[in-house]
């Protein structure tokens, strides 16, 4: 099409159906059923800079060393065991991609599922060759029934469908929404300390049918991943009910600028159990105002 062609039909579009980017505000000149500009989506990047190898964390300098094993570990995965294998994620949860996850999360835009389904594709295959069995459960973190009847559908489903149209070629990973439930409410975690936050989710989740997960090697996925109470929850039951092995991908991640133990000696640091620790325990004082708490509501 000739550019002048082109430049016309745009300016007709934005006469015909005046619209503007839901991100940034500036008209829409293109046709696109996702009402957000290419700018808007062009500054959504991966995250950058050195993150620990299993929960994704950012890393200081003063831990950013890979031990022998070729991992950099945070200062809390150096002290337990997490019941995931390792945790990624696209992007960092803030500006654009925050924005863009309300629109689907919070505002039923349904197009916003295909464009961070294919972030969430890229974020797996980072991961997939650690893969060991040649058949991968993906398992979307689950809704309470009266939410999802509220909401009318779980994000998480629906980006992890849209992911599997992009990443699944070789037909190596099955979406298997129905392996893990929310079989209570929760309250919101906003404002919640870390052992409220363990406790409100206690409980929360189960494997109806054990056998469809004992050995089976499960691709856990959500669409935010803030202090990481929820999946580590979800893969701990998981875990529990036979699972071999818990890998977890995220669209975005909470990153913080550090951990309150970095500079901690290894007397001080408090006693935390395997599998019952809080991924966000180092940023139990970050406030809700940065975006880190709010909308980890599920």
Same mark, same amino acid.
């Given at each position: ?12 579009? +934005?006469?015909?159906?005046? +619209? ?6 500036? =008209? ?6 996702? =009402?957000?500009?290419? %700018? ?7 995250? &950058?800079? &050195?993150?620990? +190898?299993?929960?994704? %964390? ?40 925050? %924005? ?33 069995? =040649? +058949? ?5 973190? =689950? ?89 580590? %929850? ?65």
């Amino acid at each position: 099409m000739p550019s002048w062609v082109r430049r016309a039909a745009q300016s007709l579009f +934005s006469v015909l159906f005046p +619209s503007d980017c839901r991100i940034c505000g500036e =008209p829409l000149l293109n046709v696109s059923r996702l =009402p957000v500009c290419p %700018e808007c989506l062009h500054q959504i990047g991966r995250v &950058r800079g &050195r993150v620990c +190898s299993i929960c994704g %964390e950012r890393v200081l300098s003063a831990y950013a060393m890979a031990e022998s094993d070729g991992m950099v570990r945070c200062p809390v995965c150096r002290r337990v065991d997490r019941p995931f294998r390792r945790a990624v994620a696209y992007g960092s949860y803030d500006d654009a991609l925050r %924005e863009l996850i309300h629109l689907l999360k919070f505002n039923g835009v349904q197009p916003a599922a295909s464009v961070l389904g294919r972030m969430l594709a890229e974020t797996i295959s980072a991961i997939e060759p650690g893969f060991e069995q =040649p +058949s991968v459960l993906v398992v979307p973190v =689950p809704l309470y029934k009266g939410k999802r009847r509220q909401r009318g559908f779980n994000q998480a489903e629906r980006i992890a469908r849209a992911a599997l149209k992009v990443s699944n070629a070789r037909g190596r990973l099955r979406l298997a929404p129905d392996i893990l439930q929310r079989v209570r409410e929760t309250h919101s975690q906003i404002g919640l300390t870390s052992h409220q936050r363990r406790e409100n989710l206690r409980g929360a989740f189960a494997v109806p049918h054990a056998a469809d997960v004992v050995g089976r090697e499960i691709l856990l996925v959500d669409d935010v991943y803030t202090t990481g109470t929820t999946v580590s %929850e979800c893969a701990k039951v998981l875990r529990l009910a036979g699972a071999a092995e818990v890998w977890v991908a995220t669209v975005a991640r909470t990153l913080k600028l550090a951990s309150k133990y970095a500079g901690i000696g290894e007397e001080e640091k408090p006693a935390v159990s395997a599998w019952d620790v809080h991924e966000g325990a180092q940023d139990e004082d970050v406030s809700a105002g940065e975006g880190s708490e709010i909308l980890n509501l599920e």
